[in-house]
């Protein structure tokens, strides 16, 4: 299942390009392998893992170097009796020591990475087997003087018998500088001789070991060198012989470790597996998804569009059901449907998306698609028929729980029976309640999504003047595909384009008016909800304008209380310089006791006033304004509009009545739709507040006593603002945490009054 689709939506693409990011050949097979998990604990808990390795990354350098795949030297040891060679023990070295530098890496991490710090424990420091490889082996592959006390002695006896034959040859050779004019001493079969003419018999004894390759001279060995010779051949078959007791003795001490060794590859291949992954979704500015009822994707990438370092369009992908996208060839229908398909493939298999945070995925258990134009060669299908096939075998293992994905379906034969059999595929898969997205042309396959209950619409944007895809899709449209215009645009004749559209059936062209007008209607909501987003920018602004008014005024006022201080303070020295007696410094004391209570009077009493029947009053901290209604004790009752609110008197503010020539009416309808949760998941903290304000307002209008707060875990900083804010706001009862069912800590369920 995972293979034809993952190939069609690019996914093996995706995994080739992570595992390029693996340090070793393991991790980079175990990258290669991987396949999205149908396990909702396990694909949670991967993303999570992700999560904190990509944190890891932006903080620290992970110190995980190139290791050797030492599976092959595992299952060797597991064989008793079975020696390692000196390359093997090397290898096993190598591991030891990356896997003591992170054991200590990872048992060292901060709290906020804790999530990862068990990597540790299953990481081996190496113990005794690393210090006695580290004194065995060398980065060359070679046994060290320092592996045993008695190969330290047979390499010294060695050195000194070998230089002792040196000395004795050289001394000889100079002694015959005629008969051994290069000078030369060599080797053959573990033994040393010199190069000599033929005639050297003249001048001393030898034996013949080799002829060089001209037959001009001779390799011997001098009778004198013979018995050292001799002593330094025994001495290198002890050599030989204690290098393999000492690699018996590392090999049995290794497969006492053998165990460990098994856990520490395991977890260092994991650990390559998990960097990759992560250094990818970094790559792709990846974002945590959550797992919802329905696709919702904001300003989503393909990743390997990204990857190219091209300038990618980001798109807005909703999928609650059943998607029907239309539009001209060209305008990214395809390039959307692999997107919605690989990020959700991308996400159940660890990584995190290329989508803005917030975006939401459904969790999905089987992935099935048909896109593209290859033709079966092997089995002598047409493009038609090899779709057919395909499309065939999705239906038999469809579900509930399966994503289909389908490029131009009905594409490829006679449009009408086509368009027929699209139409069929879209029924049945709508009865089996698969999550499908399909692309068309055909505009019979247009109206019936458009009318079906289960089908959701979309086109492409297409601009016609440039001819240009703009890669944003239109919700709730049904696009043109733009073939006469494009082919008029290109050059075919007039009389060509009019004589095709006089041949389309009266249906086809009603059909395309039909079209044709909704996206004119589409055009024309956007640009009224462009003036709407304008006017609520202008009406904010007027507010921050009105805000910083009412501070300045607040600042002269403070400024004048000041100086009034000052003037009394300076007045009150010149009394003291007037009189010292006990009358005049009580005087003085009475004065500024009276100064400091006026200014303190002013502070409180100046801004709020008192408090009466009638006043208009601004309701602190949401600033809506209202009209007092009724004065009980600390609290007042206040109308906004049409609700009736109780507001402590600590909480509100008397406003100047603005005069009715001046005035600006604004009502405050009751909400159309109202849902009682906000998510307010990538928020900055003053916007999240804004939007908690207007939405606690909301629920008070409609009635609403309990709702819920949907604020995320991250770093707690969010949650600590909204429950603060909820604290002090006087529509609220009591809050607390959600309950495992609801969300837990990363929610917050309010109880109004």
């Not at 440039?466 to 004749?493: C, F």
């Not at 007008?517 to 006017?535: H, I, M, Q, S, T």
């Amino acid at each position: 299942m995972f293979k034809g689709v993952g190939r069609q939506l690019e996914y093996d693409k995706l995994l080739y390009e992570t595992s390029r990011l693996a340090k070793s050949s393991a991790g980079k097979d175990r990258v290669l392998s991987l396949q999205p998990s149908v396990n909702y604990q396990e694909v949670n808990r991967n993303l999570e893992l992700t999560d904190s390795f990509v944190k890891l990354l932006k903080e620290r350098t992970l110190p995980l170097e190139t290791f050797p795949d030492v599976s092959p030297l595992i299952e060797k040891l597991k064989v008793e009796g079975s020696v390692l060679s000196v390359e093997e023990l090397l290898n096993l070295l190598k591991l030891l020591e990356q896997s003591r530098v992170l054991k200590n890496f990872f048992k060292n991490l901060p709290e906020h990475l804790s999530r990862i710090s068990f990597y540790s424990e299953r990481l081996t420091g190496g113990g005794e087997l690393l210090e006695r490889l580290r004194e065995s082996v060398d980065e060359s592959g070679e046994i060290l003087d320092t592996a045993s006390p008695q190969l330290r002695s047979i390499r010294k006896n060695i050195s000194t018998v070998s230089s002792r034959i040196k000395e004795r040859l050289n001394s000889l050779v100079n002694r015959h500088e005629d008969i051994c004019p290069d000078r030369i001493i060599t080797e053959r079969e573990g033994r040393y001789v010199i190069l000599v003419k033929p005639h050297f018999r003249k001048r001393f004894q030898a034996i013949v070991h080799d002829r060089s390759s001209s037959g001009q001279t001779f390799y011997v060995e001098p009778l004198s060198v013979v018995e050292l010779n001799n002593r330094l051949r025994e001495l290198k078959r002890e050599e030989a012989e204690e290098v393999r007791r000492v690699l018996r003795e590392l090999s049995n001490l290794a497969r006492s470790y053998l165990s460990e060794i098994e856990s520490s590859f395991k977890a260092l291949v994991e650990i390559d597996f998990r960097y990759a992954v992560a250094y990818m979704s970094l790559k792709l500015s990846g974002t945590f998804p959550t797992f919802g009822r329905e696709f919702n994707l904001k300003g989503a990438k393909h990743p390997l569009l990204i990857l190219t370092g091209k300038e990618v369009v980001p798109v807005d992908l909703k999928l609650k059901r059943g998607l029907v996208i239309t539009g001209p060839n060209t305008g990214g229908k395809t390039v959307s449907l692999k997107t919605l398909g690989l990020l959700s493939m991308m996400a159940q298999s660890g990584f995190l998306i290329p989508a803005q945070e917030g975006s939401s995925l459904l969790f999905v258990r089987k992935w099935f698609s048909d896109i593209g134009d290859e033709q079966s060669i092997e089995q002598s299908l047409s493009t038609f028929s090899s779709h057919v096939k395909r499309i065939g075998e999705i239906l038999r293992e469809v579900d509930e729980d399966s994503l289909v994905l389908l490029d131009e379906l009905g594409a490829g034969t006679d449009p009408v029976e086509g368009s027929a059999l699209a139409v069929a595929i879209l029924k049945y898969l709508k009865d089996k309640k698969a999550k499908v997205v399909a692309t068309t042309h055909f505009t019979p396959v247009k109206l019936y999504a458009y009318k079906d209950d289960y089908y959701d619409v979309a086109s492409v944007l297409f601009d016609e003047e440039s001819l240009k895809p703009l890669y944003k899709l239109a919700y709730g449209v049904v696009g043109k595909s733009y073939a006469l215009i494009v082919a008029k645009r290109y050059g075919i004749p007039e009389e060509v384009v009019e004589t095709a559209r006089s041949l389309m059936g009266a249906e086809d062209r009603m059909a395309e008016e039909i079209i044709e007008a909704l996206e004119r209607e589409y055009k024309k909501l956007v640009e009224e909800r462009r003036e709407v987003e304008r006017l609520k920018r202008e009406l904010k602004e007027k507010e921050e304008e009105l805000f910083r008014k009412e501070r300045t005024l607040r600042e002269e006022h403070s400024r004048k209380l000041k100086e009034f201080i000052e003037e009394l303070r300076s007045k009150t020295e010149e009394i003291l310089k007037e009189r010292e007696a006990s009358k005049a410094r009580e005087k003085l004391r009475k004065l500024v006791i009276t100064a400091k209570n006026r200014a303190k009077l002013e502070e409180e009493v100046k801004p709020k006033g008192e408090i009466k029947v009638g006043d208009l009053v601004k309701v602190l901290p949401s600033g809506r304004k209202g009209r007092v209604i009724e004065v009980s004790g600390k609290k007042a009752k206040v109308l906004i509009g049409p609700m009736k609110v109780d507001v402590k008197l600590s909480n509100l503010v008397k406003v100047e009545e603005v005069p009715k020539e001046e005035s600006l009416g604004v009502s405050v309808p009751v909400p159309n739709r109202f849902f009682p949760e906000i998510k307010l998941l990538g928020m900055r903290g003053e916007e999240a507040i804004r939007a908690l304000e207007e939405f606690l307002d909301d629920a008070l209008i409609v009635g609403a006593k309990e709702v819920k707060v949907v604020h995320g875990y991250g770093e707690g900083i969010l949650k600590r603002l909204v429950r603060e804010y909820l604290k002090e706001s006087p529509y609220v009862k009591s809050f607390r945490s959600g309950g495992p069912q609801e969300g837990g800590d990363g929610v917050t369920i309010v109880e109004l009054k």
